[in-house]
């Protein structure tokens, strides 16, 4: 039902309806406990409502907590289209290398170790910024330093062309070359 209907009881009556006959209107007390009535209805339904939508999320949910000495990646893309580190959209970053954490600053802020080249990032990050890094004797990390430039952002260059092809359209050729 509407909100006016649960509240008042009654149907919102539209000036096209004015001349309709049979509606009673009810004033002093009894629509006072009648609103009361409706409100508290109203509470428990959204009470309902809202601890079925918080079952649903809580199936999903995980509580992060990570101890001194434990690696973790910092997300950088926070927002979607967001240019980092030269690319834009779906294909930039969103995690950057993992990084020990030195000290719990608070129940939800820890103190990363963060590399000299990255000395514009803050050092202290919420938890909502962090992914637990899972260590794997078989995975080897190789962490090159970028070279940022004041506008964060790197130069890359080509090591090898890997695929030279040609796509023919109806009135053109576009050459493309596939670079590692």
């Known amino acids: 039902m509407a909100q006016y209907e649960a509240l008042y009881g009654r149907k919102y009556i539209l000036p096209i309806h004015w001349d309709e006959v049979g509606e ?15 409100v508290a ?14 079952s649903y ?13 434990d690696h973790v990646f910092i997300k950088i893309a926070t927002m979607k289209d967001v240019m980092r580190f030269g690319k834009k959209g779906k294909l930039s970053l969103r995690f950057i290398a993992p990084f020990e954490i030195l000290e ?30 899972m260590s794997n004797p078989s995975h080897v990390l190789k962490f090159e330093p970028l070279q940022l430039k004041p506008n964060m952002s790197y130069e ?25």
């Open 57 to 69: 999320v809580d199936e999903r949910r995980r509580d992060l907590e990570f101890a001194v000495g």
């Open 156 to 180: 890359e260059k080509p090591t090898q062309i890997l695929v030279r092809q040609e796509r023919r359209l109806w009135n053109k050729v576009i050459k493309m070359v596939k670079v590692k």
């Open 24 to 38: 009673s209107i009810t004033l002093g007390p009894e629509i006072i406990q009648h609103t009361a009535e409706m």
């Open 104 to 133: 719990i600053v608070g129940s939800l802020a820890y103190r990363v170790a963060v590399p000299p080249n990255l000395a514009r990032v803050h050092k202290v990050i919420h938890i909502s910024m962090l992914c637990k890094y």
């Open 41 to 54: 209805k109203i509470r428990d339904r959204m009470k309902t409502s809202h601890s079925r939508q918080k």
